[in-house]
């Protein structure tokens, strides 16, 4: 079984809730970004010990949030020694627009992952884009870089879609997956 890590930002739940569910999925350790940016203690180490690494933040003004953005940027260390080439990688991303410029979040990790010399896996899940779709279907918001979610902003984490963390919860499946596989 592949060793896989969530790393997250959450500013009001959602996210955390999301991150729940890929982690569910992937039988994925969770790691919260605090308020203030900062990690766990041992963070840096269950990182380059993980076969695959999934990030994830709210879109905040179309990118990620400054927390996350403060680990990423504390990322150089393991990028200089190349420390997490060949990792399986992933993202996820949520925001109260249905658009909301997540987009941007999911090529920001893309990026990241890419520039840490790994491997990204999009959702492999398809989408509907019929009349009969409802918004409770998988992957209703149709991503293929990496799962996204959309609540109200007025709705608490509770109140997510159930798609999206169904669609969150197969990701988490997929990535772990494709990191066994890659482990050989």
Known sequence: MAKVVVIYHSGYGHTQRFAQSVAQGASAQLIAIDADGNLPEGTWETLAAADAIIFGSPTYMGSVSWQFKKFAD?????????????????????????????????HYFMTLAMQHGGIWAGTGIIYNNTKASQRTDINYLASSGG?????????????????????????????????????G
């Open 74 to 106: 504390a990322s150089s260390k393991p990028w200089y020694t190349q420390a997490w080439k060949d990792k399986v990688f992933g993202g996820f991303t949520a925001s109260a627009n249905v658009n909301g410029d997540k987009f941007s979040t999911l």
């Open 147 to 183: 799962p996204i979610a959309q609540t109200p902003g007025d709705a608490g984490a509770d109140e997510m879609n159930t798609g999206d963390l169904e669609t969150g919860r197969q990701y988490g499946e997929r990535v772990a997956a494709l990191a066994a596989k890659f482990r």
